[in-house]
């Protein structure tokens, strides 16, 4: 007999998920991914003025503002035949690559770290090291004060969470020292964007701020500072613990998912908008064919509705999108739309990026563990890009500054007048996954205005035909030994770094009774 089990929401993740798992003969068998909350910024954006859209989809997300805000910028750049200059562009970039290189040891740390730790083995902590035993004493001081936040709620240890003192105090050390860099890369974000969260410095055609020698020099003291953290630390850290005591997972292949992978790559290097000419590459890879990475074709996404609480045509491109609810939809489950491109779901985010830039070093690394995805490979595939892009920052820092020298009036923006009608698109890759704006433009006003945001791709519900979403079907062979403590579930769900909430509760459908976990 299967057990179901519902964790509902799904803590530290930013927004409204619920996963729900079938579990037979100690693995999951079925999974059903669900995004419990309707937004409606389609909707709200509908005869607005076409500049409005680069400061309110910033209110989509607190975590991923300046995502939004770049993806809606680079969406009017299209519409209003903005052509960005140099200058603009590489200050775009370092404010989208500074929440970026705070956004990955954030989820690493202080969002996914506690699925693979028993926090309690720092009480055990034996060694002399004087930053360690201070963190002992804390840790072990909240527990006697029976104030444990922010290190529960967390299910108990299982055979796959590290226990050894050392490791885990050590762990828990850094993930204090990365609430620190957290607060430096806002710091960065702040100087070159106004203000974190919800820039005010982006605008269509590029950005309303011009660089001085003093910003750029600031920048680059903290970033020395941020590369050592990244470099010596966060990457140091996924490295041996994937290769060391979590490696059985990924011998596991926990986590595998679809198989199908999509990037529209991010920071313009050339043209802005232009996918071909990006520092992480645009692409699409099928059925894990890394010998034959196509390019995107944006009139090869749709988005399915058969399973999703709309009303709304299926099989739509956003470009001639619908966002019509029905939360009383018969046989929905999702208020999350089922984005697929060429008809198949694809997995976006840091593993689908690095499979398809195909970096040597990181090649190698994968080599050395194993080429397929799991849960962990996608962490470390996480860790190594951030130190790519930390190491691109200084050089468009450098860039900046070589530009500034020549022409201390350096161009920042093309500025358009609003069009009376037109259309346009903006992609770009979110640190978590895929994203994309698409905008329709009438009488000088919104007509339409369509967003597939990055976890869509990844946490969708079925499609049409019943095919599962990247995140299902990542779950789908996934141990659970036991049903009350189902671990391995969300460290699955957590390796995709979803974006969509508060405190866990899990329901047995029978009993209806609600099991807590509290550290003992």
């Not at 909240?142 to 490791?167: C, G, H, K, M, W």
């Not at 099928?286 to 390019?295: P, S, V």
């Not at 698109?425 to 945001?453: C, F």
């Not at 869509?456 to 403590?485: C, I, M, Q, Y």
């Amino acid at each position: 007999m299967a057990d179901k089990i519902v964790i509902d929401p799904v803590t530290r993740i930013e927004g409204h998920l619920k996963i729900e798992v079938e579990v037979a003969d100690g693995v999951v068998k079925d999974a059903w991914s669900t995004g419990t909350m309707y937004r409606g910024f389609e909707q709200l954006l509908v005869g607005k003025d076409p500049r409005d859209p680069v400061r309110i989809t910033q209110r989509i997300c607190g975590v991923c503002n300046s995502i939004h805000g770049i993806t809606s910028a680079l969406c009017l750049d299209d519409a209003f035949k903005a052509v960005v200059p140099d200058a603009g562009r590489i200050i775009r970039n370092l404010i989208f690559a500074f929440d970026w290189i705070g956004d990955h040891p954030l989820h690493f740390y202080h969002l996914s770290a506690l699925d693979y730790l028993d926090v309690m083995a720092v009480a055990n902590y034996s060694g002399n090291d004087p930053a360690l035993k201070a963190v002992k004493a804390k840790i072990v001081g909240l527990v006697e004060a029976n104030d444990t936040y922010p290190l529960t709620p967390r299910y108990e240890p299982d055979q796959f969470s590290i226990s050894d003192p050392e490791i885990v105090t050590t762990a828990v050390s850094h993930y204090l020292k990365a609430l620190e860099m957290r607060k430096k890369t806002h710091d960065l974000m702040a100087l070159w964007s106004g203000r974190v969260p919800f820039f005010q410095n982006v605008v269509p055609g590029g950005v309303g701020i011009r660089p001085t020698v003093q910003k750029i020099y600031e920048s680059l003291a903290r970033m020395k500072e941020l590369r050592d953290f990244i470099e010596n630390t966060y990457w140091a850290d996924v490295l041996a613990l994937g290769t060391g005591p979590l490696k059985p997972i990924h011998d596991l292949k926990i986590g595998y998912g679809v198989g199908n992978y999509i990037s529209y790559g991010a920071f313009d290097q050339k043209k802005s908008g232009d996918l071909k000419n990006r520092f992480f590459k645009s692409g699409i890879i099928d059925g894990l064919d890394l010998k034959n990475i196509k390019d995107v074709d944006a009139k090869k996404i749709t988005e399915d509705v058969k399973y999703s609480w709309y009303k709304s045509k299926s099989n739509l491109n956003p470009a001639k999108g619908e966002t019509d609810p029905d939360p009383k939809k018969q046989g929905a489950y999702s208020f999350l739309k089922s984005p697929r491109y060429d008809g198949k779901p694809h997995e976006g985010g840091p593993l689908a990026r690095m499979l398809i830039l195909q970096d040597k070093a990181f090649v190698d690394v994968a080599t050395q563990i194993g080429l397929w995805p799991s849960a962990v490979a996608r962490h470390a595939a996480r860790a190594y890009e951030t130190v790519l892009l930390a190491k691109e920052v200084e050089k468009w820092l450098l860039e900046l500054a070589t530009m500034i020298d020549k022409d201390p009036e350096a161009s920042v923006c093309d500025d358009k007048d609003v069009p009376t009608s037109a259309e346009g698109m903006g992609l770009t890759d979110a640190p978590r996954s895929a994203n994309g704006h698409w905008i329709s433009i009438e009488g000088g006003k919104i007509k339409m205005y369509q967003i597939v945001v990055a976890s869509t791709w990844n946490f969708s519900p079925r499609d049409d035909k019943g095919v599962r979403g990247p995140v299902e079907e990542a779950l789908v062979g996934t141990p659970v030994p036991d049903p009350a403590n189902p671990n391995n579930v969300v460290r699955v769900v957590r390796s995709f770094d979803p974006c969509l909430a508060c405190s866990v509760h899990i329901i047995h459908p029978d009993s209806n009774k609600i099991l807590k976990f509290e550290i003992q």
